[in-house]
């Protein structure tokens, strides 16, 4: 039997595909949701209509807010996924209010692990901002990179609230795991693109198809951008929730976005379909350090999903929610 799990943030891009494949899997998932800001009951139909959610999915209200709030999902879990995190791109908050607020959440979670006595391994979701902002002009990133965080408050940093609460929150998690002997591993992604089936555009997708949308905004982050399918990243999750002895920081990314590949790509399999509304010369560089995912290939994961698989998906699922 597969057991009881918790998924924090399940209405997520890549937490709601994380439940969808431990419930095939064979899981029951105990999910938690943050309640509505206007008093309003949420559409939780996709969630509960995904295979085997009516006999093995449980939704429950909690909020990083109140950390206590997640110890009723937890009680009795073999292991929990902590995908949910504070999003604030535009920094409406100040910065210290959402990486306490993450931290804090963070730590209430591992606690409830720790006093349930029941779990064997706490998942954390982190980013590759908590690993590649000013590394020293490294051209390769494994996991011994940390972003620099005074640095992001120094130059002051368009998301840099986002990159400092990652950093700070996955440091912390690592160390409650090894001062209080709980079992916590970390995943870094890049961009997560791919199919959903959250109701929502997820943010990530939106960008990495910048000039599928023709979003010019966007189009600074193409410039050499690391990319990781949605299904992969599910996959590393409980490949490593499943495995005998994982240890600390793994990176989750299996390729790269570059103006030239996907004007290719569309060229070649999109013919008039998805003119490209940019030259590729206003494109400017906005190179993100390639990652390694050495550590995690050599534990014995296998990606599964090209780039031309992960945009397929991608674009037909935009289509069918009529993004596209």
Known sequence: MAGTVCVTGATGFVASWLIMRLLERGYSVR???????????RDLSFPESLPGAPEKLQIFTA????P???????????????????????????????TQRAIDGTLGILKASLKSKTGKRVMYTSSLYALCVNTTGAAMLDESYWSDVEYIR??????????????????????????NRLDVVTIIPPFVTGPFVCDKLPDSVRISMAMIFGNQDDYPYLGHTCIVHVDDLASAHIFLFEHPCP?????????????????????????????????LKQIKEYEVPILSADKLLDSGFEFKHTFEE????AIHCCRQKGYL
């Open 31 to 41: 999910a938690t949701i943050r309640s509505s800001t206007d008093g309003r009951k």
């Open 63 to 66: 909020d990083l807010n109140d």
């Open 68 to 98: 206590e709030s997640f110890s009723e999902a937890i009680e009795g879990c073999t292991g929990v996924f902590h995908v949910a995190t504070p999003v604030d791109f535009e920094d409406r908050e100040p910065e210290q209010v959402v």
């Open 154 to 179: 120094a130059v002051k940093l368009n998301r840099g609230s986002y990159m400092i609460s990652k950093t700070l929150t996955e440091k912390a998690a690592l160390e409650f795991g090894e001062s």
């Open 247 to 279: 240890k600390g920081r793994y990176i989750c990314s299996s390729d790269v976005i570059t103006p030239e590949k996907m004007s290719k790509f569309l060229t070649e399999k999109y013919p008039n379909q998805f003119p490209v509304a940019c030259q």
């Open 310 to 313: 992960t945009f397929h998906g």
